[in-house]
């Protein structure tokens, strides 16, 4: 079963051909985002000609820091009910687009004041469209809001079906203005999600063509975009590659790789995307023998070798420098253990197993 239900544009004129679809959602939108992302891309040029055309007030809330926290979301939740706005336009990577997911949700159901937000609170929302400025974590295209706990430190956030957003305009171009870091990092979240398709214990034959085709993209790709990053088939081909890396995740959900790169994340400050390349190996290796025959019928239909797959994950700058110590090992396995993700693995995951793991890191 394959569930997708945002309606999605694709290419250098995504924008234009949604506006009609758009223009209907309400009567004035709350644009979220963050710092400079939506002005850096071009998206928001394009689209403040639109909303006036069709004579339409709108908000901008640009409060949306990177690993966005349930704080900032109610922060926003509160000025979007104070504009009087109806629809969400989120520009962005993840971040922005997972906190305007978040916000529709706190504003439809009327939670304001609750403190503990969980998916079973929502029965409404409110429509959102989600327009990426990175080509990786598919939110414009998956149920999940990833949201950080500042009280616990803990990165986790929901998901739910409300909360796919309504429309996904999604413009190669808008991706030019990406640095090589912000780049690599990036494709290698939109990577882990289309290999973590196949991970996942929810894997579906009826995926495995966009991952293989999302995958393939990636290696063509990504050193052309890093080289060149005014290459616009590049670019092209790696949000092609994160779209489909979403369409996946939506179903089969993610696994050990993200729960394991999380607490990397809240305590290190190292980005999502190089969380979970810091891990992708181990994690690889860990599931292998369970999913040996997938794994190698991928390897096989893109004519390399595991081997060849890894000489090529080498080829990039995906190190952090980060002091692992017993203490944090010990305190996060836990964490690691009670995350979402960790009901799709294929095997049982053990203390030990997440212990191994982490110790290989040092
Ligand atoms: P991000 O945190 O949204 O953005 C990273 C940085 O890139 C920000 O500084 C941002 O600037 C900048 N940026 C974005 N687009 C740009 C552009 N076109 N030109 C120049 N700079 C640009 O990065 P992300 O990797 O896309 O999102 C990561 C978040 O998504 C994490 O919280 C992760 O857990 C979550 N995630 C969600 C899902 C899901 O299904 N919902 C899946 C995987 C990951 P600004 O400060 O202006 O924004
Ligand atoms: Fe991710």
Known sequence: MLYSPS???????????AELYLIRLGTKPLIVTGKSSAKLSGALDELIPILKKAEQD????????????????REGA????D??????????GGSPIDAAKAMALITANNLFEEENLTPDKFSQTLPLVAIPTTAGTGSEVTQYSVL????????????????????AICNPRYTLSLNATITLHTAIDAFSHLLEGIFSNKRQLLLY????????????????????PNNLQARTKLMQAALYGGITIAQTGTTLQHSLGYPLTTHFGISHGLSNAIVLR???????????????ILFSNLDITREDFENWLDRFPLKAEFDLS?????????????SRNMANTPIKVKEEDIRKIYKSLK
Request: one cysteine or more.
């Open 7 to 17: 309606r999605i544009f694709f290419g250098e004129n995504a924008l234009t051909k």
């Open 58 to 73: 709108y908000a901008i809330f640009d409060r949306v820091q990177e690993n966005p926290s349930w704080d900032i979301v």
């Open 209 to 228: 063509p966009l991952i293989q085709a999302g995958i393939e993209a990636i290696m063509k790709n990504l050193e052309i975009a890093l080289n060149s």
């Open 282 to 296: 181990q994690v690889m290796e860990f599931y292998y023998p369970y999913i040996k025959e997938e794994l190698d």
């Open 326 to 338: 017993e203490e944090f090992i010990e305190s996060h396995i836990a964490e690691v253990l009670a």
């Open 78 to 81: 509160r000025f979007l009910k």
């Open 83 to 92: 504009a009087q706005c109806n629809y969400l336009i989120a520009i962005g």
């Open 148 to 167: 950080t706990d500042t009280s616990t430190g803990i990165k986790a956030g929901f998901g739910t079906e409300l909360a796919f957003p309504t429309l």
